[in-house]
Structures are given as structure tokens and as C-alpha cells.
């Protein structure tokens, strides 16, 4: 096919959809055949019969004329006969040349790949004949007593690849065939990391993907938002190539991350392009613990909101308390979610977008989290809280992101495993591990990040729960930081900048962001009364719209009412509608005044609910805990003093509060 490998794959589809209708002309031609046969043969046995018993010279003249029609094309044949068989061979050798020349899909017997071909071309014949050879004495005998195999997916173009799904014959699972997976390989002409058979929607069915030859030797290339883009953590982050060529987004919100494996092999980079990725989502809020003297994730300190490195005690103590910080803040998040209107079951883009709901999506990120869980003092109570926020967080917009070399049932507790929805294992020991990270099973169905090699597959893991598919294996992007070469500073550069512009972002203007938290609900209500003794709720909602569209339009009349209860006013009912009382609202402006509580006091100690929750306060100006500001061993700071002022605050005015609505408080000079 002229050294083309599309016209190639190409080719191959005619070919078959050509044979099959050659097929089917041969079976029409045969079925005539042998009815013209039999009739031919039942004429000449009538005649032969009639010859015994009559004499031709008394035979009609018709029937005389026949037996001459006879007697010509018998002696013909036998005159002919002998020149049949050189003939054939002749014109079968001219066909061969003829459709050598050829180079338009013709025979498939002529065109059919050779192991030298077998780069760019991987048929069902090829997958059939490496299949024979695994040593499986089910599949043996049953291709040697005349079995086929029936292809369920014939093999395809797959990306940087050729798939195909086979349902194996009794007494073969797809199981076997995996565990002689270096075999099939071989038998396919590739290399093992190439050629990835797996469990498919039954035991019973091979799911087969075979890489065209070399295309994952290479590396996944440059990020594609290296120099320029923003993300939407909603969206996902791009981290890295599938084995089928394709850029890859990993889902962030509604999932939780857990990647591992030997040292050297990528686990901290794939933590780190995660990280930097969400740093470009102006919204989303990043926190960060290395458990260890590393400093992999120093230049994205500018962008934490919180972050401890070390191997000391006060390190996993303050690890322990972001973990139960986040655990209140879901709390949190489930009442809020419950206060809007319709219910909405998980936080959206809309919702997070809302400054004055405080549910923007929270990232943590641990990394040599084994260390943590297996604190002899604070190792127990971190893996309880991570379990929690694990199983629950993910409807909120908590993301946990945790890295590990030592993935074992000692180091990782099971119900992490168990729960994670995202598993990435590089290259790893034994079996133990793989499922340890990617999940129970999945060594025996075929998913193996045993099979990547130390060094050579420096980058690329096994990744499960990114896609729909049961597996991807993924050629990580790189984010260098290391040896005079940082590609990660100007990337979070790039973030801090984009922090300016969130109220555009997120349809606010700069003016309107830093004077949310001015608005005079109580004052407002006063106001659209206009007077009146009384005014019915449906209208106070009405004009507070029309007054303040941007403040007031998510509002229900739930809201209404819960904001009112809120200030200690209870809507009454007037002819059969609910009214809002002027002398109500004037007694709780008195009573304000007089008491100087804040606009937004609760009903006996209670949350004021509704659209009204405040825009929540990035944790920048925040500590963790309070030896922090005493800088303990092993604390990385970003160069400035706990509290100070950084450039996400300086970006938005935030509301008092914090992400964290209790137990913590903001310096004074941290504005």
C-alpha cells in the first residue's frame, strides 16, 4: 500500500467487505453449478439409456440430432483436456502479476501482512494465530478440531492502535489469556507494554488493544497550558496522553485521587500538573502537605492557602486538623445545599461561582500520605477523617489528592482504596501494590501497572475511574522543577494574575465583590415597604429584585422568610396572605441598633440560611494551627508572615468567616 499506514487500515476494511461479497457471489455460483450438474447428468444417463434399448438409425430425427450434439462435445472435450491443466496454471500466474501491479485493494490471499508489516496492521487472522500459540489447552483444541473465534468487535482502528473484543470458547476466561500476556506479545510481534488484554463485559470475552509499534516509547509531549489557557476544575485537568493518542482530562470535582508507586517513576509530578492545573481555576481553593523534606510543591506555595512540609510531629498534627477543618466545612456545605431552592443534591458551577454561598471547590493534596497514616500519634485519626471525606466530600466540592510510594494494606487504609474513584499506579513490585492502588481485582482482570519497567516507563502509569473504558494507560505530562529548570513558577504567576480578574470571571465586578458583604438586607426590606403598614412577601420579594437584581434574584420566598426569622421577624398572615409588617422591621432595626448586633444575626444562635451565607474567606490569611507562626521545624513559607497579606486577598475582599466558618480568626493586619 505504498508505505501509507491509513491507506493500509483502509485497505484491510475493503478487503473484507470485499471478500465477504466475493463469498457470497462464490456461494451463488456453486448452488447453480450443482443444479446444472445434475441436470446435465440426468440428461446423459436418459440418453445413454435410451441408446440401450432402441436403435439410433429408428430414433426421430430430433433425437438423432441430440445424440450428434453429444457425440461433438465429447470428442471436443476429450480433445481439449489435455491443455486444461498448463492453461490454469498460466492464467492463475498472470493473475498474480496482475493483481501485483495492482495497487488498488484486490485479493486478500496477496495482500495479507507478513510480520514485517505488522507495525502498522494487526488483523483478526494475526490475533487468532498469535492466540493459538499462548499453550492454553482449551483454545488449542478447540482451533485444532476446526473452531473459530468469534469476534464480537472486529479489530479496528483504536487511536495509536488496533482493538478487537473476542469471545473466547468454553473453558478459556479472558483471564488466561492475560496471564500470558509477554507470550501474546511476542506472538504479535510487540512489546509487552504494547499489547494490553483485559477482562471485557464477561469472563468469557477478551477485551484486546495492541499499540502500533514505538508509539509508546515517546514521551506525552508539552501541556497544553503551559504558555496560555485557564481551567475549569468542573471540567477536569488535562495530566497526559491515552494509549490511543488522545489528550486526557482528569475529573476533579465529584472524585478523589489516589497515586502511587516505586520512587523516581512520576507519582509527585502527576500530584504537581493536578495542583497547577486547579491553580488556573480562579475559584478553586488549593491546600498542600508534604509529608517529607521535598520541595516539589514550593512554587506553588504563592497559591496555597495552606501548606506544611516536614517529617515532624507538628506537621501531621496540623495535617489532622485541616482534615477535621474540612470535615466542619462539609457539614457546612450539606446545610447550605439544603437551604437553595430545588434542593440540588451536589454543588454545580453555578452554585460555586456564587461568592456569598461559599461552596468554591476546596483542593487537598497530601503527598507521601503513608507517612501520615502511619503516624504512631495522629496516624489513626487522619485515616478515620480522609475515610469521611473521602465517601462523602466529593458531593461538596472537597477534593482529596493523595500520592503514595508505599501503597500497601499497612500504609493505606482499605476503605481508601475501596473508595477512591480515581487510582494511578506507575511502575510497581507485585501485585499487592497494583491493587492497592488501582483497586481489588484488577491484577487478575488484567489491569497491571506490573508491566511498566523501572526507569523506561519513567511517566507513564495505569490509571482506572479517569474514563468509561476499565482502563487508560497514560503518558503523563511533565512539569519540571528541578536542575535550573522551572516551568512552574510562570505558570502560577499566570494563576495569581487570573486571581485578579474573578469577579469577571464570575459575572461581579471588582466594586461589587468588596461590597457584597455591605448590604443592608434588613435596610432593603425597610425600604421597598415604601411605607405601608403591610406588604405581602410575594411583593417585598418583588421589589427587593427589582431594587438589587444581582443580590436578591436567586432569592425563593423561603429565603425570604428564613432571612426575616433571621432578624427575629416573623412573616404574620393578613386576609389570607403573608405580610411583612413596617412596625415588625422598624422594632428589629431599633433592636439592632440598640443591641449593636450585625445585620445578619441568627435566630437563637442559629446559621442564617438561604442565598444569604457569606463569601468565604481564603484560608491565605488563616494558619492551620497556632505553633505555625512560631515557623517549627521543617515549615516551608512562601516568604511571607502567616496572615499577611498575599495576592489572592488582595484580588477579593472576602467576608469575615473563612472557607472554615468556626474556630478560626483572621490576623489584623491580614487584610
Known amino acids: 500500500m505504498a508505505g501509507d499506514v491509513q491507506a493500509r487500515r483502509t485497505a484491510q476494511e475493503l478487503i473484507r467487505s470485499d471478500a465477504r461479497a466475493r463469498w457470497a457471489k462464490l456461494g451463488i455460483f456453486l448452488r447453480r453449478a450443482l443444479v446444472g450438474a445434475a441436470g446435465v447428468t440426468a440428461l446423459l444417463v436418459l440418453l445413454a439409456l435410451v441408446e440401450a434399448v432402441l436403435d439410433r438409425s429408428g430414433m426421430p430425427g430430433w433425437l438423432q440430432a441430440v445424440y450428434a450434439v453429444r457425440d461433438a462435445l465429447t470428442a471436443a472435450v476429450s480433445a481439449v483436456w489435455p491443455w486444461v491443466p498448463p492453461v490454469t496454471v498460466a492464467w492463475l500466474v498472470g493473475a498474480a502479476v496482475w493483481e501485483g501491479r495492482d495497487r ?15 507495525g502498522s496492521w494487526v488483523d483478526e487472522r494475526m490475533i487468532t494465530r498469535a492466540l493459538a500459540h499462548l499453550g492454553i489447552a482449551s483454545l488449542n483444541s478447540f482451533l485444532k478440531g476446526g473452531g473459530e473465534l468469534v469476534y464480537t468487535v472486529a479489530a479496528r482502528k483504536d487511536g495509536d492502535g488496533t482493538q478487537a473484543q473476542i469471545r473466547l470458547p468454553l473453558g478459556v476466561t479472558a483471564e ?54 485557564a481551567v475549569d476544575v468542573f471540567e477536569g485537568v488535562p495530566f497526559g496522553l491515552t494509549q490511543r493518542g488522545l489528550v486526557i482530562n482528569a475529573p476533579l470535582i ?89 434542593r440540588p443534591p451536589k454543588v454545580s458551577r453555578r452554585l460555586a461561582d456564587n461568592p456569598r454561598l461559599g461552596l468554591h471547590p476546596i483542593i487537598l493534596s497530601v503527598d507521601e500520605c503513608h507517612e501520615l497514616f502511619q503516624h504512631p500519634k495522629h496516624g489513626k485519626r487522619a485515616a478515620e477523617l480522609a475515610v469521611k471525606l473521602i465517601k462523602r466530600g466529593r458531593k461538596y466540592a472537597i477534593i482529596l ?23 494511578a499506579a506507575f511502575a510497581v513490585a507485585d501485585h499487592i501494590a497494583n491493587d492497592g492502588l488501582l483497586g481489588s481485582g484488577k491484577y487478575r482482570a488484567g489491569v497491571r501497572a506490573t508491566e511498566l519497567r523501572m526507569h523506561t516507563d519513567r511517566g507513564t502509569c495505569v490509571a482506572v475511574g479517569v474514563t468509561h473504558n476499565a482502563f487508560e494507560l497514560v503518558r503523563t505530562f511533565y512539569l519540571p522543577f528541578e536542575d535550573g529548570v522551572d516551568e512552574v513558577t510562570p505558570i502560577i504567576a499566570r494563576a495569581l494574575a487570573n486571581l485578579e480578574i474573578l469577579p469577571v470571571a464570575a459575572g461581579w465586578t471588582l466594586k461589587e465583590i468588596e461590597n457584597s458583604a455591605a448590604v443592608d438586607q434588613l435596610t432593603d426590606i425597610q425600604g421597598v415597604l415604601e411605607g405601608e403598614s403591610r406588604v405581602r412577601t ?18 425563593t420566598a423561603r429565603d425570604l422568610r428564613a432571612a426575616l426569622l433571621g432578624f427575629g421577624i416573623r412573616p404574620r398572615k393578613s386576609d389570607g396572605s403573608m405580610v411583612v409588617r413596617s412596625e415588625d422591621v422598624a422594632d428589629a432595626i431599633a433592636r439592632r441598633n440598640r443591641e449593636g448586633v450585625d445585620s445578619q444575626a441568627t435566630v437563637d444562635g442559629g446559621e442564617a440560611s438561604g442565598s444569604q451565607g457569606a463569601f468565604p474567606v481564603a484560608s491565605l490569611g488563616l494558619t492551620p494551627s497556632a505553633d505555625q507562626r512560631e515557623r517549627p521545624t521543617g515549615r516551608i513559607d512562601s516568604g511571607s508572615e502567616p496572615g499577611a497579606s498575599t495576592s489572592r486577598n488582595r484580588a477579593v475582599h472576602w467576608d469575615d468567616g473563612g472557607s472554615l466558618p468556626e474556630g478560626e480568626e483572621v490576623s489584623p493586619d491580614s487584610e
Open 104 to 118: 488498488t485493494p484486490g485479493a486478500g490471499w496477496l495482500t495479507r501482512p507478513d510480520r514485517d508489516d505488522s
Open 176 to 229: 488466561m489469556v492475560s496471564d500470558r500476556r509477554k507470550v501474546l506479545a511476542a506472538n504479535l510481534g510487540r512489546a509487552s507494554l504494547e499489547t494490553w488484554p483485559t477482562t471485557g463485559e464477561e469472563d468469557g470475552v477478551l477485551d484486546l488493544w495492541v499499540a502500533d509499534k514505538g508509539t509508546l516509547s515517546g514521551g506525552a509531549g508539552e501541556w497544553p497550558l503551559l504558555h496560555d489557557g
Open 254 to 342: 465529584g472524585s478523589n485521587w489516589l497515586v502511587g508507586g516505586r520512587p523516581g517513576q512520576g507519582k509527585t509530578n502527576l500530584l504537581r500538573v493536578l495542583m497547577v492545573g486547579a491553580a488556573l481555576d480562579p475559584t478553586a481553593e488549593l491546600w498542600a502537605f508534604v509529608m517529607g523534606e521535598s520541595p516539589d510543591f514550593e512554587p506553588l506555595a504563592p497559591r496555597l492557602s495552606r501548606y506544611r512540609m516536614g517529617m515532624d510531629d507538628s506537621v501531621a498534627a496540623d495535617a489532622v486538623q485541616d482534615l477535621e477543618d474540612l470535615l466542619n466545612e462539609m457539614e457546612r456545605r450539606g446545610r447550605v445545599l439544603g437551604e437553595q431552592s430545588g
Open 401 to 423: 489528592l493523595l500520592a503514595t510510594q508505599s501503597p500497601t494494606k499497612d500504609s493505606i487504609p482499605k476503605e481508601i482504596t475501596r473508595n477512591v474513584s480515581c487510582g
Open 538 to 555: 410575594q411583593t417585598v420579594l418583588a421589589r427587593l429584585v427589582a431594587l438589587n437584581s444581582r443580590e436578591y434574584e436567586p432569592w
